[in-house]
């Protein structure tokens, strides 16, 4: 493919290098494509990835959405619920930096706000998913055989059914709080956790290394935990951090049919899911609680990646 | 979106079809911006963007909202309708005329009109309809119809006969209970009749996909000479409201039906475009159960009343200046609008509040049972759509000023209409009112025991005033009792008032004479109340 | 053959455990069927509302109501809508069409920008171009689907005039058409599913990517571009297919803010609609059609882990 011929000049390049005598662990390549088509040294760095700018700045924001989600309401902030007809869709101005909804609302004191239930919702939910999901899934994907299709044929049920009906008739009788809400996104989101972590386990429980451990008289468990989980988590954890952003949309979502937090306090699906009606004039009632959320979801995940290279004994033979 | 559907089939006008009065005064802040209307011209298609489907079309089974009525005046014509002055007029029917005590109604049908399948219009082809579809148990019209019967006198000429008198009778037959179709077709079809309808009307069905379009195409015997105009009507439902209107700005549909006062608005920016709207009479309500507590006290009420800024609400929905407040259950338009009633509903006052919700704060017999001191609390349901959840965020923050605790609570559609007739809320957002007879209007929402008075608030003086409303015809006669009525309702306060719904009808302005249909002998109609037509009329240029 | 004998117990049960649900929790339900098929309005007559609830057997017990439905689905009869009369078959069937081919061709459309874009994210993993792909992924991903389609709508149909703003048009009736319609829906739902399938593909890959085998590729001197995409790109799709399957299954019943949005006649719209107007029937009806498409696609898809890594079996001698 004549298209991919920078690629192989970037990969040649990569694997043109010098490699220094010390142990090659922990190290990753330069960034192809950086400099002349010199040889470059591997350049160590200290385990958990290489930490530049750009991972500071995604700690930095997702330390601050922590703290705004726990001390929202001891900032010195307007209330966020009060509304304000006159101001009603206000620019960024200094009396409103972030503009005003609707309501003439403030828009940084609800996105603020927002997020400790956004945040809530969404890192609850994906959490049950992920450990319930995932570890189904992996336990199922190994052990095969009967239990794997009787497993496998309950989370169909999860999966199958309309979950609109299941939302309508819980908060129909259990009521509506952030616990029963968030319990009920992440309990439908089991089963595509369990599927994506069986898939990888039934592909890894292939590999040499695994039946390695098995010829050599390991346990069942201990093959679990310490060959096929590690090689599972990335995969599973990557759909995970991407999860959360899709949580935060789907609560808005869920919004529109009455079947979220209730008004007026504010998330931010439930915000995005407002500005539909008012998308030609005030554009910023969307963008604002988007951008939060993408903001976050991103730091998620880049975060999560340098955690990962960290983690990762092994680099790109690539 | 789909709440959007949710929302405008809950609250649609009773009935469809009745029609409303748009006499003489000017009409408050609605435009008719349009262009020369010109010269009639025959043949064309157009395309019609509806705000929902309808699941069936048959009258009796079929469920006719604003958007149903609007196809059904294409396949169907009805007896009678409103015209100009509000008044009950002939339509398809050459004449109705009642008994000296309104409790006979004598139809004189034309001769020569034929169903779509060719099955003539006649009085037994009336009755037949009549017994096996409109009052079979079952049916939605049977509960206008309980126990009226229809008898034929001759060929031509048949009478309705109600069990108590009924002034405002005719107006039901400007709805589906009035709209004759083919007995033939409807026997022949079944069960599947609802989705083949066949009418006397200007056009003659064609095909349905559910969903996606309805199409209908020129009558070409149509009892009318010279109508329709046009060849061939497209209607097409699109259940956001803001897809429809990006909609008629690409050109995909020639004319956008709506009833969001927000929409109707931006409709009015578009070049090329002309605004067909009609201020009619249902009005946006929060209703109070005046059965249960703290609201069974009038003070409470009345201090939730005059703690709201009703300007501020209509602000929110984004009527400012094209909706004008609303004090009464009919519109300014409306020959049963009282001066005297709107003047006497309070104007928002929070000190006048604050002092009567004190009164009942500290009341020692206060009704809700609570300590004397403690603050007023109760639950406000409404629709989960973006600018009602608005609306009841700035009624909450309204009540907190006087310190009245207020539980938001979002419920769909189903769930709200049924907490609303089995009475398990304590106040709700609604709408009141309809383009119907206020005799009609007023019983159900009125009187007890009629399921539809969701507020559970009646009076002695209101029955009287209706038993006597139904036995006059005389139009000054009827205002007077209807405004004693509406003074009667608005002093118990069972419900506060948003606004009223503007209905509007937008077309490409090559499509002529929206609004423009008139009664065969030449008087002219009532317009497009509920933002519907009739099509026969209408005609395009290019 | 075997194996699907050997699956069928498990999706047949798994077909009536949902069905028997979804009965369940929608008679459970707040809400009177026979108020909805009447109108809020003209619930003015309890006669009338008795008389429906009648025909509709709506107050049998609830075990014989199912038990009748069973039976009728025995007979290939999914019964008739509460609200319209037309047969639950004949409306689904209408509508699976529109759901499939928007659903399939947003499917498409992702999987065509994931699978490269996933690829050089994973591997220049850490580099700037992995940088602007994860960020424009979750860009996309921040933009619920309703934004993009109403961006989409001013775009190209308000602004540029290209295509239709709402409205379908069958494929049979005019074929050109038909995907005039269909491109701004599936675009729509493609923005996200995008977004997932890229990062999805990155993580595996950049773990296929660690693998001996590949730098045995290397070693052998195969080109980098045919090593990412013949050597690495199997077994990196494990996720990736799992989750397109059940975006799949997903959207026959689930696009349904797309399709109100673009007035499509689909299942999605369909099946809201009937929750939330209680027409049971069809909501029996479309949950089944749904639960069998999961069924069927799942089971689909696990077949075809074998096609990815063919030491993966099936069957009774399956362990490791």
């Given at each position: 493919?004549?298209?991919?011929?920078?690629?192989?000049?970037?990969?040649?390049?990569?694997?043109?290098?010098?490699?220094?005598?010390?142990?090659?662990?922990?190290?990753?390549?330069?960034?192809?494509?950086?400099?002349?088509?010199?040889?470059?040294?591997?350049?160590?760095?200290?385990?958990?990835?290489?930490?530049?700018?750009?991972?500071?700045?995604?700690?930095?924001?997702?330390?601050?959405?922590?703290?705004?989600?726990?001390?929202?309401?001891?900032?010195?902030?307007?209330d966020p619920n009060r509304p304000n007809v006159i101001d009603r869709f206000a620019g960024f101005s200094a009396e409103h930096p972030l503009g005003a909804?609707?309501?003439?609302?403030?828009?940084?004191?609800?996105?603020?706000?927002?997020?400790?239930?956004?945040?809530?919702?969404?890192?609850?939910?994906?959490?049950?998913?992920?450990?319930?999901?995932?570890?189904?899934?992996?336990?199922?994907?190994?052990?095969?055989?009967?239990?794997?299709?009787?497993?496998?044929?309950?989370?169909?049920?999860?999966?199958?059914?309309?979950?609109?009906?299941?939302?309508?008739?819980?908060?129909?009788?259990?009521?509506?709080?952030?616990?029963?809400?968030?319990?009920?996104?992440?309990?439908?989101?089991?089963?595509?956790?369990?599927?994506?972590?069986?898939?990888?386990?039934?592909?890894?429980?292939?590999?040499?290394?695994?039946?390695?451990?098995?010829?050599?008289?390991?346990?069942?468990?201990?093959?679990?935990?310490?060959?096929?989980?590690?090689?599972?988590?990335?995969?599973?954890?990557?759909?995970?951090?991407?999860?959360?952003?899709?949580?935060?949309?789907?609560?808005?979502?869920?919004?529109?049919?009455?079947?979220?937090?209730?008004?007026?306090?504010?998330?931010?699906?439930?915000?995005?899911?407002?500005?539909?009606?008012?998308?030609?004039?005030?554009?910023?009632?969307?963008?604002?609680?988007?951008?939060?959320?993408?903001?976050?979801?991103?730091?998620?995940?880049?975060?999560?990646?340098?955690?990962?290279?960290?983690?990762?004994?092994?680099?790109?033979?690539? | 979106?789909?709440?959007?559907?949710?929302?405008?089939?809950?609250?649609?006008?009773?009935?469809?079809?009745?029609?409303?009065?748009?006499?003489?005064?000017?009409?408050?802040?609605?435009?008719?911006?349009?262009?020369?209307?010109?010269?009639?011209?025959?043949?064309?298609?157009?395309?019609?963007?509806?705000?929902?489907?309808?699941?069936?079309?048959?009258?009796?089974?079929?469920?006719?909202?604003?958007?149903?009525?609007?196809?059904?005046?294409?396949?169907?014509?009805?007896?009678?309708?409103?015209?100009?002055?509000?008044?009950?007029?002939?339509?398809?029917?050459?004449?109705?005329?009642?008994?000296?005590?309104?409790?006979?109604?004598?139809?004189?049908?034309?001769?020569?009109?034929?169903?779509?399948?060719?099955?003539?219009?006649?009085?037994?082809?009336?009755?037949?309809?009549?017994?096996?579809?409109?009052?079979?148990?079952?049916?939605?019209?049977?509960?206008?119809?309980?126990?009226?019967?229809?008898?034929?006198?001759?060929?031509?000429?048949?009478?309705?006969v109600l069990p108590a008198p009924n002034s405002g009778f005719p107006d039901n037959l400007a709805g589906a209970p009035g709209w004759p179709f083919s007995?033939?077709?409807?026997?022949?079809?079944?069960?599947?009749?609802?989705?083949?309808?066949?009418?006397?009307?200007?056009?003659?069905?064609?095909?349905?996909?559910?969903?996606?379009?309805?199409?209908?195409?020129?009558?070409?015997?149509?009892?009318?000479?010279?109508?329709?105009?046009?060849?061939?009507?497209?209607?097409?439902?699109?259940?956001?409201?803001?897809?429809?209107?990006?909609?008629?700005?690409?050109?995909?549909?020639?004319?956008?039906?709506?009833?969001?006062?927000?929409?109707?608005?931006?409709?009015?920016?578009?070049?090329?475009?002309?605004?067909?709207?009609?201020?009619?009479?249902?009005?946006?309500?929060?209703?109070?159960?005046?059965?249960?507590?703290?609201?069974?006290?009038?003070?409470?009420?009345?201090?939730?009343?005059?703690?709201?800024?009703?300007?501020?609400?209509?602000?929110?929905?984004?009527?400012?200046?094209?909706?004008?407040?609303?004090?009464?259950?009919?519109?300014?338009?409306?020959?049963?609008?009282?001066?005297?009633?709107?003047?006497?509903?309070?104007?928002?006052?929070?000190?006048?509040?604050?002092?009567?919700?004190?009164?009942?704060?500290?009341?020692?017999?206060?009704?809700?049972?609570?300590?004397?001191?403690?603050?007023?609390?109760?639950?406000?349901?409404?629709?989960?759509?973006?600018?009602?959840?608005?609306?009841?965020?700035?009624?909450?923050?309204?009540?907190?000023?006087?310190?009245?605790?207020?539980?938001?609570?979002?419920?769909?559609?189903?769930?709200?209409?049924?907490?609303?007739?089995?009475?398990?809320?304590?106040?709700?957002?609604?709408?009141?009112?309809?383009?119907?007879?206020?005799?009609?209007?007023?019983?159900?929402?009125?009187?007890?025991?009629?399921?539809?008075?969701?507020?559970?608030?009646?009076?002695?003086?209101?029955?009287?005033?209706?038993?006597?409303?139904?036995?006059?015809?005389?139009?000054?006669?009827?205002?007077?009792?209807?405004?004693?009525?509406?003074?009667?309702?608005?002093?118990?306060?069972?419900?506060?008032?948003?606004?009223?719904?503007?209905?509007?009808?937008?077309?490409?302005?090559?499509?002529?004479?929206?609004?423009?249909?008139?009664?065969?002998?030449?008087?002219?109609?009532?317009?497009?109340?509920?933002?519907?037509?009739?099509?026969?009329?209408?005609?395009?240029?290019? | 053959?075997?194996?699907?004998?050997?699956?069928?117990?498990?999706?047949?049960?798994?077909?009536?455990?949902?069905?028997?649900?979804?009965?369940?929790?929608?008679?459970?339900?707040?809400?009177?069927?026979?108020?909805?098929?009447?109108?809020?309005?003209?619930?003015?007559?309890?006669?009338?509302?008795?008389?429906?609830?009648?025909?509709?057997?709506?107050?049998?017990?609830?075990?014989?109501?199912?038990?009748?439905?069973?039976?009728?689905?025995?007979?290939?009869?999914?019964?008739?809508?509460?609200?319209?009369?037309?047969?639950?078959?004949?409306?689904?069937?209408?509508?699976?069409?529109?759901?499939?081919?928007?659903?399939?061709?947003?499917?498409?459309?992702?999987?065509?920008?994931?699978?490269?874009?996933?690829?050089?994210?994973?591997?220049?993993?850490?580099?700037?171009?992995?940088?602007?792909?994860?960020?424009?992924?979750?860009?996309?991903?921040?933009?619920?689907?309703?934004?993009?389609?109403?961006?989409?709508?001013?775009?190209?149909?308000?602004?540029?005039?290209?295509?239709?703003?709402?409205?379908?048009?069958?494929?049979?009736?005019?074929?050109?058409?038909?995907?005039?319609?269909?491109?701004?829906?599936?675009?729509?739902?493609?923005?996200?599913?995008?977004?997932?399938?890229?990062?999805?593909?990155?993580?595996?890959?950049?773990?296929?990517?660690?693998?001996?085998?590949?730098?045995?590729?290397?070693?052998?001197?195969?080109?980098?571009?045919?090593?990412?995409?013949?050597?690495?790109?199997?077994?990196?799709?494990?996720?990736?297919?799992?989750?397109?399957?059940?975006?799949?299954?997903?959207?026959?019943?689930?696009?349904?803010?797309?399709?109100?949005?673009?007035?499509?006649?689909?299942?999605?719209?369909?099946?809201?609609?009937?929750?939330?107007?209680?027409?049971?029937?069809?909501?029996?009806?479309?949950?089944?059609?749904?639960?069998?498409?999961?069924?069927?696609?799942?089971?689909?898809?696990?077949?075809?882990?074998?096609?990815?890594?063919?030491?993966?079996?099936?069957?009774?001698?399956?362990?490791?």
């Amino acid at each position: 493919m004549a298209a991919l011929q920078p690629l192989d000049d970037a990969a040649d390049r990569v694997l043109g290098l010098g490699v220094d005598d010390e142990p090659s662990l922990d190290v990753i390549p330069a960034p192809a494509g950086s400099g002349p088509r010199a040889r470059r040294r591997w350049r160590f760095r200290r385990a958990g990835g290489k930490k530049g700018v750009a991972f500071w700045l995604a700690v930095a924001w997702l330390a601050t959405v922590a703290f705004c989600a726990v001390f929202a309401t001891r900032l010195p902030l307007p209330d966020p619920n009060r509304p304000n007809v006159i101001d009603r869709f206000a620019g960024f101005s200094a009396e409103h930096p972030l503009g005003a909804d609707s309501l003439g609302r403030d828009q940084l004191s609800r996105v603020v706000h927002a997020a400790r239930v956004s945040l809530v919702v969404s890192v609850s939910a994906v959490t049950i998913g992920l450990v319930v999901g995932g570890i189904i899934g992996t336990a199922v994907g190994y052990v095969r055989g009967r239990t794997e299709r009787v497993v496998m044929a309950i989370v169909d049920v999860i999966a199958a059914f309309p979950a609109l009906v299941l939302l309508l008739a819980v908060l129909a009788f259990v009521g509506r709080s952030l616990t029963v809400i968030s319990v009920l996104i992440g309990a439908l989101s089991i089963p595509i956790y369990t599927r994506v972590s069986r898939a990888n386990t039934l592909s890894i429980a292939q590999r040499d290394f695994v039946h390695a451990a098995h010829t050599l008289g390991a346990k069942q468990s201990r093959i679990l935990f310490r060959e096929i989980l590690p090689n599972v988590v990335p995969a599973v954890a990557a759909f995970a951090l991407v999860a959360m952003g899709l949580v935060i949309v789907i609560e808005g979502s869920l919004a529109i049919l009455g079947l979220s937090v209730e008004p007026p306090d504010p998330t931010w699906g439930g915000m995005i899911a407002a500005s539909k009606p008012h998308l030609e004039e005030a554009a910023h009632l969307a963008l604002v609680p988007a951008g939060a959320m993408f903001f976050t979801v991103l730091s998620l995940n880049f975060v999560g990646d340098t955690l990962r290279r960290g983690l990762d004994v092994r680099d790109s033979n690539l | 979106m789909l709440a959007i559907l949710l929302v405008l089939t809950a609250l649609a006008a009773a009935c469809g079809g009745g029609d409303d009065d748009d006499a003489g005064g000017e009409p408050t802040g609605e435009e008719s911006d349009q262009s020369d209307q010109g010269e009639p011209v025959s043949g064309g298609t157009i395309t019609v963007g509806l705000e929902a489907e309808t699941p069936g079309w048959q009258p009796g089974s079929g469920n006719f909202a604003n958007s149903g009525v609007a196809v059904a005046y294409a396949i169907y014509d009805p007896l009678v309708r409103l015209d100009e002055n509000g008044e009950i007029h002939p339509y398809l029917a050459e004449s109705i005329e009642p008994n000296d005590d309104f409790t006979e109604w004598t139809v004189k049908l034309r001769s020569g009109v034929q169903f779509h399948d060719g099955t003539p219009l006649n009085s037994q082809a009336m009755k037949t309809i009549f017994d096996t579809y409109l009052i079979a148990p079952g049916a939605n019209t049977a509960g206008i119809l309980r126990d009226t019967q229809l008898e034929v006198i001759d060929d031509l000429t048949y009478k309705y006969v109600l069990p108590a008198p009924n002034s405002g009778f005719p107006d039901n037959l400007a709805g589906a209970p009035g709209w004759p179709f083919s007995p033939t077709a409807a026997a022949a079809n079944g069960a599947n009749s609802g989705s083949m309808p066949v009418g006397t009307g200007p056009f003659v069905f064609d095909s349905w996909e559910r969903d996606s379009r309805l199409v209908v195409k020129k009558n070409p015997n149509y009892w009318q000479d010279g109508l329709p105009y046009l060849d061939e009507i497209v209607f097409r439902p699109i259940p956001d409201e803001d897809t429809r209107l990006s909609s008629l700005e690409t050109g995909d549909i020639d004319v956008m039906q709506t009833l969001r006062q927000s929409t109707g608005i931006r409709a009015r920016d578009l070049d090329g475009v002309d605004n067909y709207e009609f201020l009619g009479n249902t009005t946006g309500t929060t209703i109070f159960n005046t059965t249960k507590p703290p609201l069974d006290d009038v003070r409470v009420r009345h201090a939730l009343v005059l703690a709201q800024d009703q300007a501020q609400l209509i602000e929110v929905q984004g009527g400012t200046g094209v909706v004008p407040p609303s004090t009464q259950v009919f519109s300014e338009d409306s020959p049963y609008y009282s001066q005297e009633v709107a003047d006497a509903w309070p104007a928002y006052d929070p000190e006048a509040a604050q002092e009567l919700i004190d009164e009942y704060v500290n009341d020692p017999s206060r009704s809700d049972g609570k300590a004397p001191g403690e603050p007023v609390s109760f639950r406000y349901d409404c629709l989960p759509e973006p600018v009602l959840v608005d609306l009841a965020s700035l009624y909450q923050s309204f009540w907190q000023e006087i310190g009245v605790q207020v539980e938001l609570r979002q419920v769909e559609q189903a769930t709200h209409v049924q907490e609303a007739l089995s009475g398990d809320f304590q106040a709700k957002c609604f709408r009141a009112g309809a383009d119907a007879d206020p005799y009609v209007t007023l019983r159900n929402a009125f009187t007890l025991p009629s399921p539809l008075n969701f507020t559970r608030f009646t009076d002695p003086t209101i029955d009287e005033d209706l038993a006597e409303l139904a036995a006059s015809g005389d139009l000054d006669e009827r205002k007077a009792l209807v405004e004693e009525i509406s003074m009667t309702i608005n002093e118990g306060f069972p419900l506060s008032y948003y606004g009223s719904t503007l209905a509007v009808l937008a077309a490409q302005d090559y499509v002529k004479n929206v609004d423009g249909w008139t009664f065969p002998d030449g008087v002219r109609g009532i317009g497009t109340p509920g933002a519907t037509t009739h099509w026969a009329f209408v005609w395009r240029t290019e | 053959m075997g194996l699907v004998l050997r699956r069928l117990p498990a999706m047949l049960a798994t077909l009536l455990i949902v069905s028997f649900l979804t009965f369940l929790l929608t008679s459970l339900l707040p809400g009177d069927p026979a108020i909805q098929i009447l109108g809020a309005d003209n619930a003015n007559d309890p006669d009338s509302v008795e008389v429906v609830r009648e025909e509709l057997r709506l107050d049998d017990p609830l075990l014989v109501r199912y038990g009748a439905w069973l039976g009728d689905v025995a007979r290939g009869d999914l019964g008739r809508s509460f609200r319209t009369d037309q047969q639950v078959a004949d409306a689904i069937l209408e509508r699976l069409p529109v759901t499939l081919e928007v659903g399939g061709l947003a499917v498409l459309i992702a999987l065509l920008v994931a699978i490269p874009l996933g690829t050089l994210s994973a591997f220049r993993a850490g580099g700037r171009a992995d940088r602007v792909v994860t960020g424009a992924s979750f860009g996309l991903l921040a933009l619920p689907p309703f934004m993009v389609a109403i961006l989409l709508i001013l775009v190209f149909a308000v602004t540029l005039g290209w295509l239709p703003a709402t409205g379908w048009v069958r494929f049979t009736a005019d074929p050109i058409d038909n995907l005039r319609h269909a491109i701004l829906p599936a675009l729509s739902l493609a923005v996200g599913e995008m977004a997932v399938y890229t990062r999805l593909l990155r993580a595996d890959m950049i773990t296929t990517l660690q693998q001996d085998s590949i730098t045995m590729a290397r070693a052998k001197g195969i080109p980098t571009s045919r090593i990412l995409f013949r050597h690495a790109l199997r077994p990196s799709s494990f996720s990736l297919m799992t989750v397109v399957g059940l975006q799949v299954a997903t959207i026959i019943g689930g696009a349904v803010i797309i399709e109100t949005l673009f007035a499509l006649p689909g299942v999605g719209r369909l099946l809201v609609d009937s929750i939330l107007q209680r027409d049971l029937i069809m909501v029996q009806g479309c949950a089944l059609v749904i639960a069998i498409a999961f069924v069927v696609i799942n089971f689909i898809v696990d077949l075809l882990y074998t096609v990815l890594d063919p030491r993966i079996r099936y069957g009774s001698a399956a362990t490791t």
